[in-house]
C-alpha cells in the first residue's frame, strides 16, 4: 500500500514575530534542526521560513503515515528532518518518524511553502498541482482542490469520478464506488489550494477496469 502527504503555508498568513519566538518554534523544529538552520541556511532562508518549512514537511510525513497509523498523533518534534539541501528547484530531505524514513521535496516562493514527501527519493510518480483561490473559507477552498483535482485525472481518465473520505478521514477517489489505486493528499492555507497523488503504473494497469488506460 502506497500513500500520500502534502501542506502548504500561505506566507502572508504566518505571524513573522511568533514565529521568531523560542516558546512557539521549539515545538516545531528540534535543536539539532536549529542547529542545521545556523550552519547551513542562515544566509539563504529567512529563519520564520525555515520554521515553517521544517512544520510543511512534517505536517506532510504526518498526513502520509497516518493511512498506515490511524492513532498516530502529529508531534513535530517527535519527527526528525536530514540532510536537507537545494537542488536549485527543490528542498530535498529525508523526515524521519519512529523506524520510518520518508523522502521531502519542498518549493518556497515568494508567496507560500508547499511540500510534498514519497517513500522513494525518486519523485517521478507522485503528481502536484498549486491553485490560487478567492476564498479563505475551509469549505470553498475543500471544493477548489477538488475540482482542481479532478479536471487533471479527467485528462488520463475520462470517467465520472468522486472523491470522498473514507472511515478513517482521508481522501479516496472512487469509480462507481469502487476505490481506485491513487493515494491522495489535500492542502490548503490562505489563498492557495493543492493536491499531491502518487500514480503508480504497476498499481494502476493492475486495476483490471482501467488497464488499458496507460
Known amino acids: 500500500m502506497n500513500s500520500a502527504g502534502n501542506d502548504i503555508v500561505a506566507l502572508a498568513a504566518i505571524d513573522v514575530a511568533r514565529t521568531r ?3 512557539f518554534y521549539s515545538r516545531i523544529i528540534t535543536p539539532a534542526e536549529q542547529e542545521l538552520y545556523s550552519l547551513n541556511f542562515k544566509d539563504q532562508l529567512a529563519f520564520e521560513h525555515f520554521v515553517w518549512l521544517a512544520w510543511s514537511v512534517k505536517e506532510s510525513a504526518y498526513k502520509f503515515l497516518k493511512r498506515f497509523e ?5 508531534s513535530p518534534t517527535r519527527m526528525v528532518t536530514s540532510g ?11 523526515i524521519r518518524s519512529g523506524d520510518r ?8 516562493s515568494k508567496e507560500y511553502i508547499f511540500s510534498m514527501v514519497n517513500r522513494e527519493k525518486d519523485f517521478s510518480d507522485v ?3 498549486i491553485g490560487q483561490v478567492d476564498s479563505i473559507e475551509p469549505e470553498d477552498q475543500s471544493i477548489a482542490v477538488r475540482e482542481l483535482l ?8 475520462p470517467e465520472s469520478l468522486q472523491i470522498v473520505k473514507n472511515s478513517n478521514g482521508w481522501p479516496v477517489i472512487l469509480d462507481n464506488g469502487e476505490e ?3 493515494p491522495v493528499s489535500f492542502t490548503h492555507h490562505g489563498h492557495f489550494v493543492a493536491y499531491t497523488y502518487h500514480l503508480s503504473l504497476t498499481s494502476w494497469k493492475a486495476y483490471p477496469h ?4 496507460l
Open 150 to 157: 479532478v479536471r487533471k485525472l479527467s485528462q488520463i481518465y
Open 127 to 129: 503528481c502536484f498541482e
Open 84 to 94: 536537507l539541501h537545494f537542488t536549485g528547484e527543490y528542498f530535498e530531505g529525508t
Open 21 to 23: 519566538q523560542p516558546q
Open 70 to 74: 490511524p492513532q498516530l498523533v502529529f
Open 101 to 108: 524514513l520518508l523522502y521531502s521535496q519542498s518549493l518556497i
Open 180 to 182: 481506485l489505486p491513487i
Open 210 to 213: 482501467h488497464a488499458e488506460v
